[in-house]
Protein backbone atom coordinates (compact mmCIF):
# COMPACT_ATOMS: atom_id res chain seq x y z
CA UNK A 1 0.00 0.00 0.00
CA UNK A 2 1.42 3.27 -1.04
CA UNK A 3 0.65 6.67 -1.62
CA UNK A 4 2.48 6.86 -4.98
CA UNK A 5 0.77 3.73 -6.55
CA UNK A 6 -2.71 5.07 -4.60
CA UNK A 7 -1.79 7.85 -6.63
CA UNK A 8 -1.00 6.50 -10.44
CA UNK A 9 -3.32 4.13 -10.49
CA UNK A 10 -6.54 6.18 -9.29
CA UNK A 11 -9.01 6.39 -12.06
CA UNK A 12 -10.77 9.68 -12.07
CA UNK A 13 -13.84 11.11 -13.38
CA UNK A 14 -13.90 14.91 -12.31
CA UNK A 15 -16.71 15.70 -14.28
CA UNK A 16 -19.09 12.93 -12.00
CA UNK A 17 -16.99 13.48 -9.10
CA UNK A 18 -16.36 9.36 -9.97
CA UNK A 19 -13.54 7.58 -9.10
CA UNK A 20 -12.10 3.90 -9.01
CA UNK A 21 -9.20 2.79 -7.06
CA UNK A 22 -7.90 -0.42 -8.25
CA UNK A 23 -4.25 0.45 -6.03
CA UNK A 24 -4.74 -2.62 -4.43
CA UNK A 25 -5.32 -5.12 -7.50
CA UNK A 26 -2.06 -5.76 -8.46
CA UNK A 27 -2.52 -5.45 -11.59
CA UNK A 28 0.59 -5.86 -13.79
CA UNK A 29 1.77 -4.12 -17.04
CA UNK A 30 2.52 -7.64 -17.90
CA UNK A 31 -0.96 -8.64 -17.38
CA UNK A 32 -2.19 -5.55 -19.40
CA UNK A 33 -0.23 -6.63 -22.06
CA UNK A 34 -1.24 -9.97 -22.28
CA UNK A 35 -4.73 -9.34 -22.34
CA UNK A 36 -4.72 -6.92 -24.94
CA UNK A 37 -5.72 -8.67 -27.84
CA UNK A 38 -8.58 -9.99 -25.52
CA UNK A 39 -9.45 -6.45 -24.80
CA UNK A 40 -9.03 -4.75 -28.43
CA UNK A 41 -11.69 -7.16 -29.19
CA UNK A 42 -13.96 -6.30 -26.32
CA UNK A 43 -14.36 -2.84 -27.53
CA UNK A 44 -14.80 -4.44 -31.06
CA UNK A 45 -17.66 -6.29 -29.42
CA UNK A 46 -19.45 -3.66 -27.43
CA UNK A 47 -19.08 -1.31 -30.00
CA UNK A 48 -21.02 -3.61 -32.72
CA UNK A 49 -23.74 -4.91 -30.06
CA UNK A 50 -24.26 -1.09 -29.89
CA UNK A 51 -24.62 -0.64 -33.61
CA UNK A 52 -27.69 -3.04 -33.26
CA UNK A 53 -25.80 -7.03 -33.79
CA UNK A 54 -27.50 -9.56 -32.88
CA UNK A 55 -25.47 -9.54 -29.62
CA UNK A 56 -27.27 -12.62 -27.75
CA UNK A 57 -27.41 -15.38 -30.72
CA UNK A 58 -29.05 -17.76 -28.36
CA UNK A 59 -32.25 -15.86 -28.46
CA UNK A 60 -31.38 -14.26 -31.97
CA UNK A 61 -32.30 -10.82 -30.20
CA UNK A 62 -30.35 -7.69 -30.27
CA UNK A 63 -29.01 -6.20 -26.92
CA UNK A 64 -30.55 -2.54 -26.52
CA UNK A 65 -29.94 -1.28 -22.55
CA UNK A 66 -27.00 0.92 -23.53
CA UNK A 67 -30.16 2.32 -26.42
CA UNK A 68 -32.15 3.33 -23.62
CA UNK A 69 -29.87 6.53 -21.97
CA UNK A 70 -29.11 7.78 -25.60
CA UNK A 71 -32.34 6.92 -28.42
CA UNK A 72 -29.83 8.36 -31.18
CA UNK A 73 -27.79 5.13 -30.81
CA UNK A 74 -30.51 2.72 -31.63
CA UNK A 75 -29.80 1.52 -34.91
CA UNK A 76 -32.89 2.77 -36.63
CA UNK A 77 -35.66 5.16 -36.23
CA UNK A 78 -38.39 2.27 -35.59
CA UNK A 79 -36.00 0.85 -32.38
CA UNK A 80 -36.16 4.49 -31.40
CA UNK A 81 -39.34 5.11 -31.12
CA UNK A 82 -39.87 1.97 -28.87
CA UNK A 83 -37.63 4.00 -25.97
CA UNK A 84 -39.08 7.67 -26.95
CA UNK A 85 -43.18 7.04 -27.22
CA UNK A 86 -43.06 4.57 -23.82
CA UNK A 87 -40.67 7.50 -22.20
CA UNK A 88 -43.23 10.33 -23.29
CA UNK A 89 -46.41 7.78 -21.99
CA UNK A 90 -45.14 7.04 -18.64
CA UNK A 91 -44.16 10.55 -17.77
CA UNK A 92 -47.78 11.54 -18.73
CA UNK A 93 -49.25 8.59 -17.15
CA UNK A 94 -47.00 9.15 -13.43
CA UNK A 95 -48.32 12.58 -13.49
CA UNK A 96 -51.93 12.13 -13.69
CA UNK A 97 -51.71 9.78 -11.30
CA UNK A 98 -49.44 12.26 -9.01
CA UNK A 99 -52.20 15.40 -9.69
CA UNK A 100 -54.90 13.00 -8.79
CA UNK A 101 -56.54 13.41 -12.65
CA UNK A 102 -56.29 9.53 -12.92
CA UNK A 103 -57.64 8.30 -9.69
CA UNK A 104 -58.82 4.97 -8.04
CA UNK A 105 -62.33 4.08 -9.04
CA UNK A 106 -63.60 5.13 -5.60
CA UNK A 107 -62.55 8.74 -6.32
CA UNK A 108 -59.27 8.44 -3.97
CA UNK A 109 -55.59 9.62 -4.90
CA UNK A 110 -53.56 6.36 -5.33
CA UNK A 111 -51.29 6.30 -2.78
CA UNK A 112 -49.36 3.06 -2.95
CA UNK A 113 -48.11 1.08 -5.59
CA UNK A 114 -48.25 -2.90 -5.30
CA UNK A 115 -45.52 -4.07 -7.88
CA UNK A 116 -45.79 -7.32 -8.99
CA UNK A 117 -42.67 -9.01 -10.21
CA UNK A 118 -39.66 -11.12 -10.11
CA UNK A 119 -36.45 -11.06 -11.22
CA UNK A 120 -34.83 -8.49 -13.42
CA UNK A 121 -38.87 -7.16 -13.49
CA UNK A 122 -38.82 -6.41 -9.66
CA UNK A 123 -34.81 -6.25 -8.31
CA UNK A 124 -34.28 -2.93 -10.32
CA UNK A 125 -37.05 -1.02 -8.78
CA UNK A 126 -36.51 -2.48 -5.33
CA UNK A 127 -32.70 -1.02 -5.34
CA UNK A 128 -33.97 2.13 -6.80
CA UNK A 129 -37.03 2.58 -4.13
CA UNK A 130 -34.28 1.72 -1.59
CA UNK A 131 -31.89 4.21 -2.61
CA UNK A 132 -33.74 6.94 -4.13
CA UNK A 133 -37.27 6.71 -2.82
CA UNK A 134 -37.19 7.89 0.88
CA UNK A 135 -38.85 11.22 -0.24
CA UNK A 136 -41.79 9.64 -2.35
CA UNK A 137 -45.13 10.05 -1.47
CA UNK A 138 -46.00 6.93 -2.23
CA UNK A 139 -45.75 3.81 -0.06
CA UNK A 140 -44.27 0.56 -2.97
CA UNK A 141 -44.96 -2.90 -1.45
CA UNK A 142 -43.93 -6.05 -3.58
CA UNK A 143 -44.79 -9.35 -4.95
CA UNK A 144 -41.37 -11.12 -6.00
CA UNK A 145 -42.30 -14.52 -5.09
CA UNK A 146 -44.81 -17.43 -4.62
CA UNK A 147 -45.02 -17.55 -1.34
CA UNK A 148 -48.80 -17.30 -0.12
CA UNK A 149 -47.45 -16.27 2.90
CA UNK A 150 -45.51 -13.71 1.85
CA UNK A 151 -48.08 -12.35 -0.21
CA UNK A 152 -50.29 -12.46 2.65
CA UNK A 153 -47.68 -10.43 4.80
CA UNK A 154 -47.61 -7.86 2.62
CA UNK A 155 -51.65 -8.17 2.36
CA UNK A 156 -51.90 -7.16 5.95
CA UNK A 157 -49.61 -4.29 5.65
CA UNK A 158 -51.40 -2.91 3.12
CA UNK A 159 -54.84 -3.56 4.89
CA UNK A 160 -57.86 -1.85 3.74
CA UNK A 161 -56.01 0.60 1.56
CA UNK A 162 -56.16 -1.61 -1.41
CA UNK A 163 -58.41 1.08 -2.63
CA UNK A 164 -55.71 3.55 -2.94
CA UNK A 165 -53.24 1.06 -4.20
CA UNK A 166 -52.14 0.51 -8.35
CA UNK A 167 -50.67 -2.19 -8.33
CA UNK A 168 -47.92 -2.39 -11.25
CA UNK A 169 -47.76 -5.80 -12.75
CA UNK A 170 -44.11 -6.54 -14.32
CA UNK A 171 -43.13 -9.27 -17.15
CA UNK A 172 -41.13 -9.36 -19.92
CA UNK A 173 -42.32 -12.40 -21.11
CA UNK A 174 -45.59 -12.04 -19.73
CA UNK A 175 -45.46 -15.77 -18.58
CA UNK A 176 -43.38 -16.04 -15.89
CA UNK A 177 -45.48 -18.01 -13.13
CA UNK A 178 -44.28 -16.88 -9.86
CA UNK A 179 -45.60 -13.15 -11.26
CA UNK A 180 -48.93 -14.97 -12.71
CA UNK A 181 -49.48 -16.06 -9.39
CA UNK A 182 -48.97 -12.77 -7.49
CA UNK A 183 -51.33 -11.07 -10.11
CA UNK A 184 -54.08 -13.56 -9.29
CA UNK A 185 -53.36 -13.50 -5.47
CA UNK A 186 -53.75 -9.63 -5.98
CA UNK A 187 -56.85 -10.05 -8.41
CA UNK A 188 -58.63 -12.05 -5.63
CA UNK A 189 -57.58 -9.72 -2.21
CA UNK A 190 -58.74 -6.81 -4.28
CA UNK A 191 -62.20 -8.50 -5.55
CA UNK A 192 -62.36 -9.79 -1.46
CA UNK A 193 -62.60 -6.09 -0.68
CA UNK A 194 -65.52 -5.50 -3.84
CA UNK A 195 -62.69 -3.56 -6.05
CA UNK A 196 -62.29 -3.83 -9.38
CA UNK A 197 -58.98 -5.00 -9.83
CA UNK A 198 -58.37 -4.66 -13.18
CA UNK A 199 -58.97 -0.52 -12.83
CA UNK A 200 -56.48 -0.64 -10.03
CA UNK A 201 -53.75 -1.90 -12.33
CA UNK A 202 -51.38 -1.48 -15.14
CA UNK A 203 -49.11 -3.65 -16.73
CA UNK A 204 -45.61 -3.58 -18.29
CA UNK A 205 -44.98 -6.35 -20.41
CA UNK A 206 -44.30 -7.47 -24.24
CA UNK A 207 -46.86 -6.97 -26.80
CA UNK A 208 -49.30 -10.11 -27.45
CA UNK A 209 -47.55 -11.35 -24.84
CA UNK A 210 -50.07 -13.57 -22.24
CA UNK A 211 -50.56 -10.53 -19.43
CA UNK A 212 -51.05 -8.49 -22.57
CA UNK A 213 -53.60 -10.25 -23.56
CA UNK A 214 -55.09 -10.46 -19.76
CA UNK A 215 -54.65 -6.81 -19.48
CA UNK A 216 -56.10 -5.98 -22.86
CA UNK A 217 -59.36 -8.36 -21.75
CA UNK A 218 -59.63 -7.40 -18.54
CA UNK A 219 -59.23 -3.35 -19.28
CA UNK A 220 -56.22 -2.12 -16.87
CA UNK A 221 -55.88 1.15 -16.74
CA UNK A 222 -53.03 1.42 -18.66
CA UNK A 223 -50.26 -0.71 -20.12
CA UNK A 224 -46.58 0.03 -20.85
CA UNK A 225 -44.23 -2.18 -23.70
CA UNK A 226 -41.29 -4.17 -22.76
CA UNK A 227 -39.64 -4.71 -25.88
CA UNK A 228 -37.62 -8.31 -26.43
CA UNK A 229 -34.07 -6.06 -27.18
CA UNK A 230 -33.69 -4.94 -23.11
CA UNK A 231 -32.88 -8.19 -20.73
CA UNK A 232 -34.68 -8.89 -17.70
CA UNK A 233 -31.76 -7.75 -15.09
CA UNK A 234 -30.55 -4.48 -17.67
CA UNK A 235 -34.50 -2.96 -18.06
CA UNK A 236 -34.35 -0.77 -14.94
CA UNK A 237 -34.24 1.63 -17.18
CA UNK A 238 -36.93 0.79 -19.57
CA UNK A 239 -40.65 0.75 -18.50
CA UNK A 240 -39.66 -1.47 -16.22
CA UNK A 241 -37.95 0.62 -13.76
CA UNK A 242 -39.00 4.23 -14.88
CA UNK A 243 -42.73 3.31 -14.54
CA UNK A 244 -42.12 2.56 -11.28
CA UNK A 245 -39.45 5.38 -10.55
CA UNK A 246 -41.76 8.33 -12.20
CA UNK A 247 -44.61 7.36 -10.20
CA UNK A 248 -42.54 7.59 -6.90
CA UNK A 249 -41.49 10.77 -7.95
CA UNK A 250 -38.26 10.28 -8.56
CA UNK A 251 -36.11 11.80 -10.98
CA UNK A 252 -35.94 9.62 -13.75
CA UNK A 253 -33.93 12.29 -16.24
CA UNK A 254 -31.29 12.54 -13.79
CA UNK A 255 -30.91 8.86 -13.66
CA UNK A 256 -30.99 8.21 -17.31
CA UNK A 257 -28.27 11.04 -17.70
CA UNK A 258 -25.97 10.14 -14.90
CA UNK A 259 -25.92 6.70 -16.82
CA UNK A 260 -25.65 7.99 -20.21
CA UNK A 261 -22.34 10.17 -18.85
CA UNK A 262 -21.12 6.95 -17.53
CA UNK A 263 -21.38 5.29 -20.90
CA UNK A 264 -20.04 7.86 -23.06
CA UNK A 265 -16.84 7.88 -20.81
CA UNK A 266 -16.82 3.97 -20.48
CA UNK A 267 -17.19 3.66 -24.60
CA UNK A 268 -13.45 5.26 -24.36
CA UNK A 269 -10.56 3.29 -24.99
CA UNK A 270 -8.25 4.31 -22.25
CA UNK A 271 -9.00 5.66 -19.02
CA UNK A 272 -12.03 3.22 -19.30
CA UNK A 273 -13.99 2.28 -15.79
CA UNK A 274 -15.77 -0.61 -16.98
CA UNK A 275 -12.47 -2.15 -18.98
CA UNK A 276 -10.57 -1.44 -15.15
CA UNK A 277 -13.68 -3.28 -13.58
CA UNK A 278 -13.52 -5.91 -16.03
CA UNK A 279 -9.74 -7.04 -16.17
CA UNK A 280 -9.44 -6.48 -12.37
CA UNK A 281 -12.26 -9.34 -12.28
CA UNK A 282 -10.11 -11.30 -14.59
CA UNK A 283 -7.05 -11.01 -13.14
CA UNK A 284 -8.36 -11.50 -9.61
CA UNK A 285 -10.12 -14.63 -10.61
CA UNK A 286 -8.18 -16.15 -13.55
CA UNK A 287 -10.58 -15.32 -15.86
CA UNK A 288 -12.41 -18.46 -14.28
CA UNK A 289 -14.28 -16.80 -11.81
CA UNK A 290 -12.35 -18.79 -9.18
CA UNK A 291 -12.60 -15.43 -6.91
CA UNK A 292 -16.14 -14.03 -5.52
CA UNK A 293 -16.92 -10.98 -5.47
CA UNK A 294 -17.70 -9.58 -2.22
CA UNK A 295 -19.86 -5.81 -2.40
CA UNK A 296 -19.69 -3.68 0.34
CA UNK A 297 -21.48 -0.02 -0.49
CA UNK A 298 -21.00 1.92 3.24
CA UNK A 299 -24.44 3.57 2.93
CA UNK A 300 -27.89 2.21 3.60
CA UNK A 301 -29.44 3.56 0.93
CA UNK A 302 -26.87 1.08 -1.40
CA UNK A 303 -28.07 -2.06 1.00
CA UNK A 304 -29.60 -3.35 -2.37
CA UNK A 305 -26.95 -2.64 -4.52
CA UNK A 306 -25.04 -5.99 -3.61
CA UNK A 307 -27.99 -8.52 -4.16
CA UNK A 308 -29.07 -6.13 -7.40
CA UNK A 309 -25.16 -6.56 -9.11
CA UNK A 310 -25.61 -10.47 -7.76
CA UNK A 311 -28.52 -10.59 -10.10
CA UNK A 312 -26.47 -8.63 -13.15
CA UNK A 313 -23.30 -10.49 -12.53
CA UNK A 314 -23.67 -14.13 -12.07
CA UNK A 315 -27.70 -14.60 -14.40
CA UNK A 316 -25.11 -12.76 -17.00
CA UNK A 317 -22.37 -14.40 -16.31
CA UNK A 318 -22.73 -17.37 -14.71
CA UNK A 319 -22.92 -20.04 -18.09
CA UNK A 320 -22.07 -23.14 -18.68
CA UNK A 321 -20.77 -22.99 -22.17
CA UNK A 322 -18.70 -20.12 -24.51
CA UNK A 323 -19.92 -18.79 -27.33
CA UNK A 324 -17.75 -21.61 -29.59
CA UNK A 325 -20.22 -24.54 -27.68
CA UNK A 326 -16.71 -25.46 -25.37
CA UNK A 327 -17.96 -26.63 -21.44
CA UNK A 328 -16.80 -23.46 -19.35
CA UNK A 329 -19.12 -23.53 -16.46
CA UNK A 330 -18.41 -19.66 -15.93
CA UNK A 331 -19.77 -17.16 -13.62
CA UNK A 332 -18.31 -15.37 -10.64
CA UNK A 333 -20.17 -15.33 -7.09
CA UNK A 334 -21.13 -12.17 -5.92
CA UNK A 335 -22.46 -11.50 -2.45
CA UNK A 336 -22.76 -8.45 0.33
CA UNK A 337 -25.04 -6.45 2.20
CA UNK A 338 -23.65 -3.21 3.74
CA UNK A 339 -20.54 -1.82 5.52
CA UNK A 340 -20.07 -1.20 8.58
CA UNK A 341 -22.63 -3.49 9.71
CA UNK A 342 -20.72 -6.48 7.81
CA UNK A 343 -18.01 -6.17 9.60
CA UNK A 344 -19.99 -7.57 12.51
CA UNK A 345 -20.59 -10.50 11.05
CA UNK A 346 -19.15 -12.21 8.15
CA UNK A 347 -15.92 -9.48 7.65
CA UNK A 348 -14.59 -11.52 10.03
CA UNK A 349 -14.27 -14.32 7.71
CA UNK A 350 -13.05 -12.32 5.02
CA UNK A 351 -9.79 -11.04 7.14
CA UNK A 352 -9.23 -14.44 8.78
CA UNK A 353 -10.05 -17.14 6.77
CA UNK A 354 -10.87 -18.93 3.80
CA UNK A 355 -9.48 -16.49 0.58
CA UNK A 356 -11.78 -17.31 -1.98
CA UNK A 357 -12.78 -13.65 -2.61
CA UNK A 358 -11.90 -9.57 -3.67
CA UNK A 359 -13.76 -7.10 -2.51
CA UNK A 360 -15.78 -4.08 -3.89
CA UNK A 361 -16.40 -1.12 -1.59
CA UNK A 362 -18.86 1.49 -2.31
CA UNK A 363 -17.85 4.75 -0.51
CA UNK A 364 -20.38 7.70 -0.77
CA UNK A 365 -18.53 10.84 0.26
CA UNK A 366 -21.05 13.36 1.40
CA UNK A 367 -21.67 11.30 4.88
CA UNK A 368 -25.73 13.16 5.42
CA UNK A 369 -27.82 16.44 3.80
CA UNK A 370 -27.96 17.82 7.58
CA UNK A 371 -25.72 18.89 10.37
CA UNK A 372 -23.92 16.25 12.50
CA UNK A 373 -23.46 15.87 16.02
CA UNK A 374 -20.08 14.85 17.66
CA UNK A 375 -20.43 11.34 18.75
CA UNK A 376 -16.60 11.66 20.36
CA UNK A 377 -14.81 14.72 20.95
CA UNK A 378 -14.70 16.18 17.32
CA UNK A 379 -15.64 12.91 15.83
CA UNK A 380 -19.20 12.19 13.78
CA UNK A 381 -21.18 9.12 13.10
CA UNK A 382 -20.53 10.00 9.56
CA UNK A 383 -15.90 10.28 10.24
CA UNK A 384 -16.49 6.27 11.96
CA UNK A 385 -18.45 5.20 9.00
CA UNK A 386 -15.62 6.33 6.82
CA UNK A 387 -12.99 5.16 9.06
CA UNK A 388 -14.54 1.47 9.17
CA UNK A 389 -13.90 1.77 5.45
CA UNK A 390 -10.59 2.94 5.43
CA UNK A 391 -9.66 0.28 8.28
CA UNK A 392 -11.70 -2.66 6.80
CA UNK A 393 -9.62 -1.72 3.34
CA UNK A 394 -6.11 -1.94 5.13
CA UNK A 395 -6.84 -4.66 6.67
CA UNK A 396 -8.07 -6.72 4.33
CA UNK A 397 -5.08 -6.18 2.45
CA UNK A 398 -2.80 -6.46 5.26
CA UNK A 399 -3.87 -9.76 5.29
CA UNK A 400 -3.62 -10.47 1.51
CA UNK A 401 -6.70 -9.44 0.84
CA UNK A 402 -7.40 -7.08 -2.49
CA UNK A 403 -10.36 -4.62 -2.44
CA UNK A 404 -11.49 -2.28 -5.32
CA UNK A 405 -12.98 1.18 -4.10
CA UNK A 406 -15.29 2.74 -5.87
CA UNK A 407 -16.22 6.46 -5.09
CA UNK A 408 -19.25 8.61 -5.56
CA UNK A 409 -20.37 12.12 -4.20
CA UNK A 410 -23.60 10.85 -2.61
CA UNK A 411 -26.42 9.02 -3.44
CA UNK A 412 -28.67 10.92 -6.25
CA UNK A 413 -30.45 9.43 -9.43
CA UNK A 414 -27.85 11.08 -11.24
CA UNK A 415 -25.27 8.59 -9.16
CA UNK A 416 -27.11 5.80 -9.41
CA UNK A 417 -27.51 5.75 -12.65
CA UNK A 418 -23.52 5.91 -12.93
CA UNK A 419 -22.79 3.02 -10.79
CA UNK A 420 -25.77 1.08 -12.71
CA UNK A 421 -24.41 1.70 -16.27
CA UNK A 422 -20.56 1.24 -15.00
CA UNK A 423 -21.73 -2.29 -13.95
CA UNK A 424 -23.34 -3.25 -17.06
CA UNK A 425 -20.85 -2.53 -18.90
CA UNK A 426 -18.21 -4.18 -17.09
CA UNK A 427 -20.54 -7.40 -17.07
CA UNK A 428 -20.43 -6.78 -20.84
CA UNK A 429 -16.44 -6.38 -21.35
CA UNK A 430 -15.96 -9.69 -19.16
CA UNK A 431 -18.37 -11.20 -20.79
CA UNK A 432 -16.51 -10.60 -24.07
CA UNK A 433 -13.22 -11.41 -22.20
CA UNK A 434 -14.27 -14.82 -21.68
CA UNK A 435 -16.29 -15.50 -24.37
CA UNK A 436 -19.97 -16.14 -23.48
CA UNK A 437 -23.54 -14.62 -23.79
CA UNK A 438 -24.34 -12.42 -21.22
CA UNK A 439 -28.03 -11.94 -22.60
CA UNK A 440 -29.83 -15.32 -22.36
CA UNK A 441 -30.68 -17.60 -18.83
CA UNK A 442 -30.44 -21.37 -20.05
CA UNK A 443 -30.50 -21.81 -16.41
CA UNK A 444 -33.35 -19.88 -15.02
CA UNK A 445 -35.55 -21.23 -18.31
CA UNK A 446 -34.56 -24.54 -17.19
CA UNK A 447 -35.73 -24.01 -13.41
CA UNK A 448 -38.87 -22.58 -14.50
CA UNK A 449 -39.64 -26.11 -16.51
CA UNK A 450 -38.51 -28.18 -13.52
CA UNK A 451 -41.14 -26.56 -11.79
CA UNK A 452 -43.80 -27.80 -14.54
CA UNK A 453 -42.43 -30.96 -14.06
CA UNK A 454 -43.31 -31.04 -10.32
CA UNK A 455 -46.84 -29.60 -10.47
CA UNK A 456 -47.82 -32.16 -13.31
CA UNK A 457 -46.99 -34.98 -10.83
CA UNK A 458 -48.26 -33.21 -7.86
CA UNK A 459 -51.77 -33.29 -9.90
CA UNK A 460 -51.51 -37.01 -10.64
CA UNK A 461 -50.18 -37.94 -6.88
CA UNK A 462 -53.59 -35.97 -5.26
CA UNK A 463 -55.86 -37.43 -8.01
CA UNK A 464 -54.45 -40.90 -6.70
CA UNK A 465 -54.91 -40.21 -2.96
CA UNK A 466 -57.67 -42.36 -1.12
CA UNK A 467 -59.35 -42.93 1.78
CA UNK A 468 -57.44 -46.16 2.46
CA UNK A 469 -53.86 -44.91 3.65
CA UNK A 470 -50.87 -46.00 0.97
CA UNK A 471 -46.93 -45.14 0.91
CA UNK A 472 -45.14 -43.34 -1.54
CA UNK A 473 -44.37 -46.41 -3.30
CA UNK A 474 -47.32 -47.93 -3.99
CA UNK A 475 -48.37 -43.86 -5.30
CA UNK A 476 -45.53 -43.90 -7.53
CA UNK A 477 -46.36 -47.20 -8.86
CA UNK A 478 -50.08 -45.88 -9.56
CA UNK A 479 -48.64 -42.57 -10.89
CA UNK A 480 -45.49 -43.50 -12.93
CA UNK A 481 -43.81 -41.37 -10.86
CA UNK A 482 -40.37 -41.47 -9.16
CA UNK A 483 -40.82 -42.17 -5.66
CA UNK A 484 -38.52 -39.94 -3.51
CA UNK A 485 -40.42 -37.12 -5.74
CA UNK A 486 -43.94 -38.75 -4.96
CA UNK A 487 -42.84 -38.58 -1.64
CA UNK A 488 -42.18 -34.71 -1.70
CA UNK A 489 -45.69 -34.51 -3.69
CA UNK A 490 -47.49 -36.24 -0.10
CA UNK A 491 -45.38 -34.22 2.63
CA UNK A 492 -46.37 -31.02 0.74
CA UNK A 493 -49.97 -32.27 -0.32
CA UNK A 494 -50.14 -33.10 4.11
CA UNK A 495 -48.63 -29.38 4.85
CA UNK A 496 -51.05 -27.51 3.22
CA UNK A 497 -54.03 -29.51 4.78
CA UNK A 498 -54.81 -31.45 1.68
CA UNK A 499 -53.87 -34.60 2.47
CA UNK A 500 -53.34 -36.84 6.12
CA UNK A 501 -50.04 -37.83 7.00
CA UNK A 502 -49.52 -40.77 9.29
CA UNK A 503 -45.93 -40.93 10.59
CA UNK A 504 -43.46 -44.08 10.11
CA UNK A 505 -40.57 -45.79 11.01
CA UNK A 506 -38.85 -43.79 7.75
CA UNK A 507 -40.57 -41.92 4.56
CA UNK A 508 -41.06 -45.14 2.87
CA UNK A 509 -42.80 -46.34 5.59
CA UNK A 510 -45.27 -43.01 5.68
CA UNK A 511 -48.65 -43.11 5.26
CA UNK A 512 -51.04 -40.98 3.31
CA UNK A 513 -54.98 -40.57 2.94
CA UNK A 514 -57.04 -37.83 1.26
CA UNK A 515 -57.51 -34.96 3.75
O1 LIG B 1 -32.86 -11.15 -16.20
C1 LIG B 1 -33.76 -11.91 -16.55
O2 LIG B 1 -34.01 -12.14 -17.74
C2 LIG B 1 -34.66 -12.57 -15.53
O3 LIG B 1 -34.23 -12.32 -14.23
C3 LIG B 1 -36.09 -12.08 -15.71
O4 LIG B 1 -36.13 -10.70 -15.45
C4 LIG B 1 -37.05 -12.83 -14.76
O5 LIG B 1 -36.99 -14.22 -15.02
C5 LIG B 1 -38.49 -12.33 -14.94
O6 LIG B 1 -38.88 -12.48 -16.27
P1 LIG B 1 -40.15 -11.73 -16.83
O7 LIG B 1 -39.91 -10.27 -16.79
O8 LIG B 1 -40.29 -12.25 -18.23
O9 LIG B 1 -41.32 -12.10 -15.97
Known amino acids: MSFENYSQSLLRYPELGFSLDLSLMEISASFREEMSTKITKAHTDIKALEAGEIANPDEGRMVGHYWLRNPDLAPNDQLKREITEPLAQLKDFAAKVLTGEIKAPGGSHFQNLLIIGIGGSALGPQLIEEALGAGSSVVTYYFDNTDPAGIDRTLEKIGTDLDKTLALVISKSGGTPETRNGMLEAKAAYESQ??????????ITGEGSKLYNFAKEEGFVEIFPMEDWVGGRTSVMSTVGLVPMALQGIDIDELIEGAAAMDELTRQDSNNAAMELALAWYHEGNGRGEKDMVVLPYKDSLMLMSKYLQQLVMESLGKEKDLDG?????GIAVYGNKGSTDQHAYVQQLRDGVHNFFATFIEVRKPRSGE???????VTSGDFLQGFLRGTRAALYESGRRSITISIPEVTPYTVGQLIALFERAVSFYASLVNINAYHQPGVEAGKKAAGVFLD?????KGALAEEPTDATAIAAQTGGDAEAVYHCLTHLAASGQARQVLGASPSQDQFAKA
Open 457 to 461: LLKKV
Open 372 to 378: SIEVEEG
Open 326 to 330: RIVHQ
Open 194 to 203: GLDFAKHTAA
